[in-house]
């Protein structure tokens, strides 16, 4: 939206004050559209981002990261990996998993499905959110495994509470920081803001910044400013408001992915561009939730006039948990057309996942496009996990929950466990060991909201929300 001004061609007859206002109104204007351009072009790089999540997903199932969330402790030591080829399936690979006790996978070993020749391994670690950390690449040189690709994250606490994260990658000179996540708090433990920096090669060079505003404290933001770096100073892009976060909140290191990143959330929200002491709207996302976690997230431009609608996201989950569709649609003008997607076929034996026949979206197929074969997985050898995890689960009870002053924690085994009450943030608010088998804390002290309560014993740890009233 570029306007132009020949002053030129202005009325002479109008007074000096009215030229001077007319200017500098379209002078706005003119800044206006500029960061609304500016604005829009991260609503477009987050959509370009979304619509690559459905390949890169494609690949990591198909070279590595399968994932597996039946429920209970079962899990399969085996995957058996088929191709498409036609109407029928090529078995290509096998997978060999082992699990953590707490039945997160630890290693997968690629093999060729006829050969057994190694291909590939690949290694994981997690934090206790469940986000993977650490991701380790490993090739077959043919006599050894050789590391030729890794990622990972390294969190900074100070005081219970998350300051720092790197982003590293592994390349052939080793560990580099490719992004860094720098987070400050307020002296009574509130965030206020959170920077990105990324290294271009010789430094770390401020990206964005986000500041917080809390209307309560262990509570998500209210609304979010972003900001980018110009090379001298912070310019203010947009600001988030009207923010409505899924129950439970989430993980502070998500606040800023509701317009940053990769993924579609389901938050709702609208993006407003500072103009003076003015705030205009310039895009939103509406959130309508579905069962299992599943939802439909669109976003739509405001054209000066009326919101247009411009993409959305379909995510859906079976019981199970299981991701069974990630869809991308664009609205062209009179209706939605699907971009890209993945769709997942899952077939359980009790709670048992067996068998997911993935799909991908061929905008060529058919008259309008459609979802093909792409991968048979396979799953077998089923063995259970004996843990730690599942059996602490089953000899510890807390209650009440929610609670709005005391819970208690009852367990049949030993007293010595370690007991850490955390809010979203990671700051540690209780810590304390189990002096007996039914022992009260009281929180009644703390603001209303989630919590995280962690349960550290021999058996393993056991991590639960608290919901405080």
């Known amino acids: 939206?570029?306007?132009?001004?020949?002053?030129?061609?202005?009325?002479?007859?109008?007074?000096?004050?009215?030229?001077?206002?007319?200017?500098?109104?379209?002078?706005?204007?003119?800044?206006?559209?500029?960061?609304?351009?500016?604005?829009?072009?991260?609503?477009?790089?987050?959509?370009?981002?979304?619509?690559?999540?459905?390949?890169?997903?494609?690949?990591?199932?198909?070279?590595?990261?399968i994932t597996f969330r039946a429920g209970g402790p079962v899990r399969p030591a085996l995957a058996q990996v088929y191709s498409a080829d036609g109407s029928t399936w090529q078995l290509e690979e096998k997978v060999d998993l082992t699990y953590y006790l707490d039945g997160r996978v630890k290693e997968e070993v690629v093999s060729d499905a006829t050969s057994n020749t190694p291909l590939e391994r690949v290694t994981y670690k997690y934090n206790t959110h469940g986000e993977v950390t650490e991701e380790l690449e490993y090739y077959w040189s043919g006599n050894a495994w050789e590391l030729t690709f890794g990622d990972r994250t390294v969190e900074t606490f100070e005081n219970g509470r998350l300051t720092e994260i790197n982003e590293q990658f592994y390349n052939s000179s080793g560990w580099e920081t490719g992004q860094k996540f720098t987070f400050t708090y307020s002296a009574t433990g509130v965030l206020e803001s959170e920077t990105s920096s990324f290294w271009n090669g010789t430094e770390m060079v401020p990206n964005f910044k986000v500041l917080y505003t809390f209307e309560a404290a262990n509570q998500p933001p209210t609304s979010m400013l972003v900001q980018t770096w110009d090379s001298e100073s912070w310019e203010t892009l947009f600001r988030i408001g009207s923010i409505t976060w899924p129950a439970g909140g989430v993980p502070i290191t998500q606040y800023k992915d509701i317009v940053l990143g990769e993924e579609a959330l389901p938050v709702t929200y609208t993006a407003e561009m500072g103009l003076?002491?003015?705030?205009?709207?310039?895009?939103?996302?509406?959130?309508?939730?579905?069962?299992?976690?599943?939802?439909?997230?669109?976003?739509?431009?405001?054209?000066?006039?009326?919101?247009?609608?411009?993409?959305?996201?379909?995510?859906?989950?079976?019981?199970?948990?299981?991701?069974?569709?990630?869809?991308?649609?664009?609205?062209?003008?009179?209706?939605?057309?699907?971009?890209?997607?993945?769709?997942?076929?899952?077939?359980?034996?009790?709670?048992?996942?067996?068998?997911?026949?993935?799909?991908?979206?061929?905008?060529?197929?058919?008259?309008?496009?459609?979802?093909?074969?792409?991968?048979?997985?396979?799953?077998?050898?089923?063995?259970?996990?004996t843990s730690s995890k599942e059996t602490l689960a089953r000899n510890v009870e807390v209650y009440p929950n929610p609670v709005a002053g005391k819970f208690a924690i009852k367990t049949d085994q030993a007293a010595g466990a370690?007991?850490?009450?955390?809010?979203?943030?990671?700051?540690?608010?209780?810590?304390?060991?189990?002096?007996?088998?039914?022992?009260?804390?009281?929180?009644?002290?703390?603001?209303?909201?989630?919590?995280?309560?962690?349960?550290?014993?021999?058996?393993?740890?056991?991590?639960?929300?608290?919901?405080?009233?």
């Open 1 to 65: 939206m570029n306007k132009h001004y020949n002053s030129s061609k202005s009325k002479q007859w109008l007074p000096k004050s009215a030229l001077i206002l007319c200017l500098l109104l379209l002078v706005s204007v003119g800044a206006m559209a500029q960061d609304r351009t500016r604005a829009l072009s991260i609503l477009k790089a987050k959509k370009n981002a979304q619509k690559g999540q459905a390949a890169t997903a494609r690949l990591t199932k198909a070279r590595k990261g």
């Open 276 to 385: 003076g002491t003015a705030w205009f709207p310039v895009f939103r996302q509406k959130i309508t939730s579905g069962a299992n976690g599943s939802f439909v997230a669109t976003t739509e431009e405001f054209n000066g006039f009326t919101w247009d609608p411009d993409m959305k996201t379909t995510v859906t989950y079976d019981s199970h948990g299981n991701r069974t569709l990630y869809e991308i649609a664009e609205y062209d003008e009179t209706a939605w057309v699907i971009e890209d997607g993945e769709k997942h076929i899952f077939t359980y034996t009790g709670d048992n996942l067996t068998e997911d026949i993935v799909q991908e979206w061929d905008e060529e197929a058919g008259t309008a496009g459609a979802y093909v074969n792409d991968e048979r997985i396979v799953y077998s050898n089923f063995q259970t996990i």
């Open 418 to 469: 370690h007991v850490r009450v955390t809010n979203l943030s990671g700051q540690t608010l209780l810590s304390t060991t189990l002096k007996t088998t039914a022992q009260e804390f009281d929180i009644a002290h703390l603001p209303a909201g989630t919590y995280i309560l962690q349960i550290q014993s021999k058996a393993g740890l056991r991590t639960q929300k608290v919901v405080k009233l």
